[in-house]
Each structure stands twice: as C-alpha cells, then as structure tokens.
C-alpha cells in the first residue's frame, strides 16, 4: 500500500495531467510552485516531491529565478512525439484486433457515433456544452484502451506521459471545433470498423491515416510560431574572461 507521502505525489500527479488535459495549463507558461499548490489544491511537499517526475518527463523545465516553464512545443517536440506515438500503437493494434471482444467494439463505435452526430447537430461553432471534452475523452479513450490491452506497465506509462506531451501540442497548434471533430471521428470508425472485421493490416492502415492527419493539422500551423529550442534562462551573460598568461593557450614555436 502506498504510504501518505507517496500517495500525495501521485494524486498531485494526476492533478497536473487533469490541468494539461483542461487547457488550464499552456505551452510555455511560467508557474510557481506556490501557485502549483493552489491551481492543484495540494501541499508544497508533495508539489516539489512531483516536479522530478514532470521533469523526466519532458513535461516542465527549471527555469533559475523564474519558476517552473511548461514544455514549448517546437518542430523537434512534435516529430518525437508523433513518432513515438505510432511505434507503441501500432504494436497495440497488433494485439488489440485480436484480443477485443465484439461487444468492447460495439460500445467503442455507439460512443463514437454519439459524438458524431452531436458535432453534425452542433454545427462549426455552437458545440453543445459538453461535446468537447466528451469528444476527447472517447478520443483518447480508445487510444489508452488499446495500450493498456497490451498488459504491460511500462509501455501504458511511457505512452501516457507521451500523450500529455501531444496534448500540449494539440492545444498550443490547433482550436478543438465540430468541424474538427468530424474527420476525427470518421477516421476512428474506419479504424473500428477494420478492427470488426479483425482485419489487422486494415486497422494498422487506419490508425496510420489517423495519426498522419492529426500530425499535418499541427503542422499546418504557420512555422512562426513553433519553436526550435527551450528559451534561454534570463540571467545575465557571463562575461568574456580576461586573456592573462595563466589562462592563455601558449604556441610554441
């Protein structure tokens, strides 16, 4: 059983994903760990025992004299991201065709249609006032379903820390509509559909469609504004050492 501190960490944790997930936290936002503590309604000791975590992670950066940075998203972000992201689901659907039982599938695509005709309903810019979020939920839900099908802990962990760096990436590139939803939503039908028919290379080629269309709508952002490198830290430059004989490189002749 976990022990108090341990489970303070964990649900901190889990607060944060929900703030990244929520859009409460952006790309490139500075935060304190004071103002951590009141955003995730917990302790400072299980806040600084979590930013180790969020920093192996990829997820936050140490900023000196500044605070905590959340991850920028920059073209090397996104091509890692992305690119990690198949190389795990493309396994999963391997096991997931096979291994998902017919009445998973059928709840899988009611879901979907659901959000479906709720965004046709909605039209490009009156959503209802839940279908966004409901939309990712089934979204990812089916994503996180078929990693976790596979059974292995380390693979689920490394693909759920990946999945909060797309969601920054989601949330910095793109604007969540109906409009985008649809295509989303046609694009996972194909690949449930697919998945019915436990047609493996078919699912495989859905799911490869899916991921390259989300990966050109982040692209298709206008480059200015995707980032090549963390920012440098505000302190001041170091100054130019003085050239004295002790620390001089000597040529001899």
Do not use: C
Request: charged share 25%.
């Amino acid at each position: 059983m976990p022990s108090g501190a341990s489970s303070q960490r964990a649900r901190a944790y889990q607060g944060f994903t929900q703030q990244i997930l929520s859009g409460s936290i952006r790309p490139g936002q500075f935060v304190s760990q004071r103002e951590l503590m009141t955003l995730l309604d917990m302790p400072l000791g299980a806040v600084r025992e979590m930013i180790p975590r969020l920093e192996a992670g990829g997820l936050v950066k140490t900023v000196p004299q500044r605070g905590l940075q959340i991850a920028h998203v920059d073209l090397k972000l996104i091509r890692n991201a992305f690119q990690l992201r198949a190389m795990i689901e493309r396994e999963a659907v391997r096991l997931f065709v096979r291994s998902v039982s017919a009445t998973e599938l059928d709840e899988i695509e009611a879901a979907h249609h659901d959000i479906l005709n709720r965004a046709r309903r909605a039209g490009v810019d009156r959503p209802d006032a839940d279908l966004l979020d409901d939309a990712q939920s089934v979204d990812w839900g089916l994503h996180d379903r078929m990693v976790d099908a596979m059974g292995n802990e380390i693979l689920s962990e490394i693909y759920r820390v990946n999945s909060l760096r797309v969601r920054l990436i989601t949330l910095e590139q793109t604007v969540i509509t109906p409009a985008r939803l649809i295509p989303a939503m046609e694009e996972h039908l194909v690949f449930i559909s697919a998945l019915k028919r436990r047609d493996e290379a078919a699912a495989i080629a859905g799911l490869e469609e899916h991921m390259e269309s989300a990966r050109s709508r982040v692209l298709s952002t206008s480059p200015d504004v995707l980032r090549s490198d963390w920012p440098a830290a505000t302190a001041a430059p170091a100054a130019p050492r003085k050239t004295t004989p002790s620390n001089t490189t000597r040529r001899h002749p």
